[in-house]
């Protein structure tokens, strides 16, 4: 049934993508972060990708492939205690199909942080190798980490480091000096600052960005995005919405939904109004919180094998 529902809300996306928001955001300082991490690319032998594990396609950053050149890569499928673990355990597949190394990690609890530094020293080796074999000493693998705002950087080198040396911004798109960060006995990180792309050509693509707060909400609508976001869940994730909300059916309108959310948290005005602003908020910030449950939002290529676990 998931699927049908997912199939329906695809073909809703195609008739009405002219009325999605157009979502657009490259501050001046995201093209100095790109030219940042252009400059220092050739101080390190192995690129970490670190995608939202909600949504591993809107949170890609299409430009990485010009920027690092043909440096290895390793993507880290970040936040995975926030997303569907059937539908991760498919993306990791995805990815190792198409030839990526790929992990899925949790920063908060470190879950997956060993089979990642495992795996970035793997695709360093050959390159750091190929140094001693022309007479340089043995050194410690380097990596540089990349990933869109608010896709989890700080928390996660924070838990590699084990303390707390990565600067955390409050919010999205707050540019930090480089800094180099030692894991271990054989790795270096070199941390960047988030970087998002000049265009979404997908609506969706920006609308998700914003679901998960990898957009400044400071230049979205959101009242359309939470509306946006309560439309996908009421069509995809109906029982997690009764499960949250207390709502034992389901409304065949999200304005409807809204008015049955806004009652059952009490968001009343004077003379018994709803307040939608309220509404709105705790959409928002208990699906960033992950208090609708495990979800994700993208799916991965149909008939991918799963082998063993994450």
Avoid at 286 to 291: L, S
Wanted: with cysteine; proline share 6%; net charge positive.
């Amino acid at each position: 049934m998931k699927k049908n529902r997912r199939q329906d809300h695809r073909q809703d996306v195609r008739e009405t993508k002219k009325e999605l928001p157009t979502i657009q955001w490259f501050p001046g300082h995201m093209k100095k972060a790109r030219e940042l991490v252009e400059t220092n690319l050739k101080l390190v032998d192995v690129v970490i990708e670190l995608l939202d594990a909600r949504i591993p396609v809107a949170s890609a950053n299409p430009m990485l492939q010009d920027i690092i050149s043909g440096k290895p890569c390793v993507v880290v499928l970040n936040k995975a205690d926030l997303a569907d673990p059937d539908m991760t355990k498919k993306w990791i597949a995805a990815f190792r199909n198409m030839g990526a190394d790929a992990v899925a990690v949790d920063s908060m609890t470190g879950k997956g942080t060993k089979a990642l530094v495992r795996l970035a020293e793997t695709a360093a080796k050959p390159y750091t190798d190929k140094l001693v074999k022309k007479g340089a000493n043995p050194r410690r693998a380097r990596a540089m980490i990349l990933g869109i705002p608010n896709v989890g950087k700080s928390s996660l080198i924070n838990r590699l480091a084990g303390s707390a040396k990565a600067l955390a911004a409050n919010k999205p798109g707050v540019t930090r000096a480089k800094q180099w960060i030692r894991i271990g006995s054989s790795l270096d990180l070199l941390d960047t600052p988030g970087i998002l792309w000049p265009k979404f050509k997908d609506p969706m693509v920006g609308i998700k960005l914003a679901f998960t707060g990898a957009i400044n909400d400071d230049i979205i609508d959101m009242e359309q995005v939470s509306h946006l976001l309560l439309d996908v869940l009421r069509r995809d994730y109906p029982d997690r919405l009764r499960e949250r909300f207390h709502i034992e059916d389901i409304p065949d309108s999200t304005d409807e939904l809204k008015e049955a959310i806004g009652k059952k948290r009490g968001c009343l005005m004077k003379g018994g109004i709803i307040d939608m602003e309220k509404v709105q908020g705790i959409v928002m910030q208990e699906f960033r919180a992950g208090k609708f449950g495990r979800i994700t939002l993208d799916e991965p290529p149909a008939q991918v094998p799963v082998d063993g676990e994450i």
